[in-house]
Structures are given as structure tokens and as C-alpha cells.
């Protein structure tokens, strides 16, 4: 079983930015496929950012290519969202989460999460 913490999240003014953490313990981390998602107020859990085990392979929703940058340190079990010009529209829930199927944004194909980080980015 894996446990997940994530961290940084907070309030941020539009065009800033913030890094989260997720910090994994339990389980052969460098296995696993790891995930951010994100779910705004009246919203269903959607896909952020994936990683795949070795972080050579990364994926990114559309909306946040080219601001978003996932990463990881399998030696410190830890996995990283840098987030930069960020806008209203990225406030929510973030959480990250680990699967055994690489490249999945199906929420349902996670094994384990995270309780989440808030992130509110005001205009």
C-alpha cells in the first residue's frame, strides 16, 4: 500500500506561481505511474499532469502545457508540480495519485491518493 501527502498548496495572485509535493511513502514508488489531478468547486476530478516511473516520459492537459511542469525524485519518493503563470481558472483541489498503467488520465485506473492541496489564484 502507498501513502501520498501532497504539499504547497496555498493562495496565490494570477501570473504566480507555486510548486506542489507529493511525497509517497510505502509500496515501490519508482513503479508506479504518478498523476496530478485537480478538482474545482462542482467539478469532477480531472486530469493534470503524468509521469511515468523512471520521469522520463511526461503528459500534460492542454490547458496547462507550457505552464505546468511535472517531475520527480525517486530517491526522495517525491513527486513535484511546478506551476507558473498560473490563472483563476487553475484554482481547485490538487491531488496526486499513483496507477500501474502508464500515460492514464482515467481517475478510476489510480490505485492510491492523496487527501489533496488547495490552490486558490485570485484576479
Known amino acids: 500500500q502507498v501513502q501520498l501527502v501532497e504539499s504547497g498548496g496555498g493562495f496565490v495572485q494570477a501570473g504566480g506561481s507555486l510548486r506542489l509535493s507529493c511525497a509517497a511513502s510505502g509500496g515501490t514508488f519508482s513503479s508506479y505511474y504518478v498523476g496530478w489531478f485537480r478538482q474545482a468547486p462542482g467539478k469532477g476530478r480531472a486530469f493534470v499532469a503524468g509521469i511515468t516511473g523512471g520521469g522520463s516520459v511526461t503528459s500534460y492537459e492542454d490547458s496547462v502545457k507550457g505552464r505546468f511542469t511535472i517531475s520527480r525524485d525517486n530517491a526522495k519518493n517525491t513527486v513535484y508540480l511546478q506551476m507558473n503563470s498560473l490563472k483563476p481558472d487553475d484554482t481547485a483541489v490538487y491531488y496526486c495519485?499513483?496507477?500501474?498503467?502508464?500515460?492514464?488520465?482515467?481517475?478510476?485506473?489510480?490505485?492510491?491518493w492523496g487527501q489533496g492541496t488547495q490552490v486558490t489564484v485570485s484576479s
Open positions: 495519485a499513483v496507477s500501474q498503467i502508464n500515460y492514464t488520465t482515467r481517475s478510476s485506473q489510480y490505485n492510491y
